[in-house]
Each structure stands twice: as C-alpha cells, then as structure tokens.
T-cell receptor, first 113, second 114 residues
Framework: DGGITQSPKYLFRKEGQNVTLSCEQNLNHDAMYWYRQDPGQGLRLIYYSQIVNDFQKGDIAEGYSVSREKKESFPLTVTSAQKNPTAFYLC????????????FGEGSRLTVL | AQSVTQLGSHVSVSEGALVLLRCNYSSSVPPYLFWYVQYPNQGLQLLLKYTTGATLVKGINGFEAEFKKSETSFHLTKPSAHMSDAAEYFCAVSETDSWGKLQFGAGTQVVVTP
C-alpha cells in the first residue's frame, strides 16, 4: 500500500543533542512537508519542499534543518538550537497542486529529557 | 495573513446527537478549505475539502460542511454521532496560490458519550 512512513515513532533525547526524524513516501508525490503539533496549538509548518533539492522555511524553522536529496525522502533534524523541541512531529506529502490536500504519516513523538 | 478559528477546544455530544464543529477563517482571497480528523497518536486524515463549485461538501464517515463566504465560515456537521467519531478535528485553509501550505486551527476534541 502507498503511504508515508515516519520513524521512529517515539524518540527520547538529552538536551544538547541533535536528532533526525525520518520521513519516506511511496506515493510519488512532488511536495513534502514537516509540521509540529503542540497541544491546543494545532499544526505549525516547519519546512516544506516542492521539488527535489529545494526546500523553503515555514513559520517555525528556527532550530530545524531538512534535506531533499530524493523525491521519496524528507528527513528533519532537530538541532540543539531548538529551544523547546518536545512535540509531536508530522510529515506530509501532496501531489503538488493548488488543491492542497495533504497525506500524513503517523507522526514521531520527540521528548527531551 | 490568513488565520483559522475553531470555536470550542472540547465538545461533548451524546451518541446519536448532532455533531456541529465551528470554523471561521480570515483570508483576503477565496480560500481552499479542509477538515481533517486525528485519532490518538496518529496522523491526520482528510474528511472533506472545498475548492470550488457546490458550497455544501460531503465527506467520509457521514460528515459534511458548508462554505459560507458571507460569514467566512466552514462549519462541520454530522447528523448522528457515533462512538467512533471521538477524535480531534482540525479545520485548515490555504490560499489559492500557496500550493499545499495549510494554516490549521487549534483543533476541537470531540467526546461521544453513550
């Protein structure tokens, strides 16, 4: 079945450590996105990529980095510069049109100890 | 800048009763509008969307929503709640040139009581 796979599902990290969250899709979608979800705040866009080797900052990009070397993959690195990294992270993809329908992975929950 | 307001962070409904979740948006141009559902510790699933055409949109699981431009609203309804409807619901909006970049509301948690 086609879909989006995020790993790991749960991740614990110590303060000061970088951590990378994986996102892979086999939907042949052009565009991919990373959102952060905090209780009571909805989803906020971190980074997005419309084509391979290109990506743009979203609303809350500080302390995060991404790469898009392959169409299928869009990993997110949470760096030590991110002040409050504990959150639920969601990866999504879309066919790259103006209708905006997003397909989501099941998320990765990051906890900083 | 566009924004989305969902009225009520928690809604409790009885099984079999009407479900009504309110969403208002602010946008300088006619937007695309979406409702997503999220079950615990999972990603979001699209319920329905409005892009153009008929303003009453039907989605999955018996949900529907009506786009009212004059009221800048896109409220979600379901005539009869089922226990499986317990989840968090998000309204989202994108402007026609933003290519999938959605602005989400804060979400409404729905609890269904027997």
């Amino acid at each position: 079945d086609g879909g989006i796979t995020q790993s790991p599902k749960y991740l614990f990290r110590k303060e000061g450590q970088n951590v990378t969250l994986s996102c892979e899709q086999n939907l042949n979608h052009d565009a991919m996105y990373w959102y952060r979800q905090d209780p009571g705040q909805g989803l906020r866009l971190i980074y997005y990529s419309q084509i391979v080797n290109d990506f743009q900052k979203g609303d809350i990009a500080e302390g995060y980095s991404v790469s898009r070397e392959k169409k299928e993959s869009f990993p997110l690195t949470v760096t030590s510069a991110q002040k409050n990294p504990t959150a639920f992270y969601l990866c999504a993809s879309s066919i790259g049109s103006f209708t905006g329908e997003l397909f989501f992975g099941e998320g990765s929950r990051l906890t900083v100890l | 800048a566009q924004s989305v307001t969902q009225l009520g962070s928690h809604v409790s409904v009885s099984e079999g009763a009407l479900v009504l979740l309110r969403c208002n948006y602010s946008s300088s141009v006619p937007p695309y509008l979406f409702w997503y559902v999220q079950y615990p510790n999972q990603g979001l699933q699209l319920l329905l969307k409005y892009t153009t055409g008929a303003t009453l949109v039907k989605g999955i699981n018996g949900f529907e929503a009506e786009f009212k431009k004059s009221e800048t609203s896109f409220h979600l309804t379901k005539p009869s709640a089922h226990m499986s409807d317990a989840a968090e619901y998000f309204c989202a909006v994108s402007e026609t040139d933003s290519w999938g970049k959605l602005q989400f509301g804060a979400g409404t948690q729905v609890v269904v009581t027997p």
